[in-house]
T-cell receptor, first 113, second 115 residues
Framework: EPEVTQTPSHQVTQMGQEVILRCVPI?????FYWYRQILGQKVEFLVS????????KSEIFDDQFSVERPDGSNFTLKIRSTKLEDSAMYFC???????????FGQGTRLTVV | AQTVTQSQPEMSVQEAETVTLSCTYD???????LFWYKQPPSRQMILVIR??????QNATENRFSVNFQKAAKSFSLKISDSQLGDAAMYFC????????????FGQGTRLTINP
């Protein structure tokens, strides 16, 4: 069964450093997303991506964040100058043509120290 | 803005019994989708069931069913014959059927299954 794959599963970084979280969406999907879940809190939408551009972003997704689909298979989230409050679980998701449900990856746990 | 509210932070049920998790939402739209996601300790988000707002019939997936009350903006999840593997956080989510697909999640309900 096709699945969304995220790497790494856990990343520890020092405050102020840049991190790149990687995702391989399901191959025939066209819509890609990043969500964030701070420990003990609800899952929050960050950004959606379609046709090689951002289609919607939340107020959380400020200039510190960027997304890219560099090679037609990977979908990345870059966080520049990380802060302690960026520590969270980051989920990638993808969905297909028309309305279909989003499939989530297993998440990347980001710890900023 | 759309909001989703889960008023039960925690629920518990005896194995093999039935439990209902509550969810209400607020929207001015008429065409949307509702979901229940399960998040086990591994923290992966797993789709349990979905409901299209234009469908009057309640969705069912094996032991999982929903009670969708559109006028009341209520979307509860019923789990029948609860199993130990059902223990998880359950999130209710809303998605507006237009433009970019983005899910709005509730706060979650932690379900414990007592053997």
């Amino acid at each position: 069964e096709p699945e969304v794959t995220q790497t790494p599963s856990h990343q520890v970084t020092q405050m102020g450093q840049e991190v790149i979280l990687r995702c391989v969406p399901i191959s025939n999907h066209l819509y890609f997303y990043w969500y964030r879940q701070i420990l003990g809190q609800k899952v929050e939408f960050l950004v959606s991506f379609y046709n090689n551009e951002i289609s919607e972003k939340s107020e959380i997704f400020d200039d510190q964040f960027s997304v890219e689909r560099p090679d037609g298979s990977n979908f990345t989230l870059k966080i520049r100058s990380t802060k302690l409050e960026d520590s969270a679980m980051y989920f990638c998701a993808s969905s297909g043509q028309g309305f279909t449900e989003a499939f989530f990856g297993q998440g990347t746990r980001l710890t900023v120290v | 803005a759309q909001t989703v509210t889960q008023s039960q932070p925690e629920m518990s049920v005896q194995e093999a019994e039935t439990v209902t998790l509550s969810c209400t939402y607020d929207t001015s739209e008429s065409d949307y989708y509702l979901f229940w996601y399960k998040q086990p300790p591994s923290r992966q988000m797993i789709l349990v069931i979905r409901q299209e707002a234009y469908k009057q019939q309640n969705a069912t997936e094996n032991r999982f069913s929903v009670n969708f009350q559109k006028a009341a903006k209520s979307f509860s999840l019923k789990i029948s014959d609860s199993q130990l593997g059902d223990a998880a956080m359950y999130f209710c989510a809303y998605e507006f059927n237009q433009g970019a697909q983005k899910l709005v999640f509730g706060q979650g309900t932690r379900l414990t299954i007592n053997p």
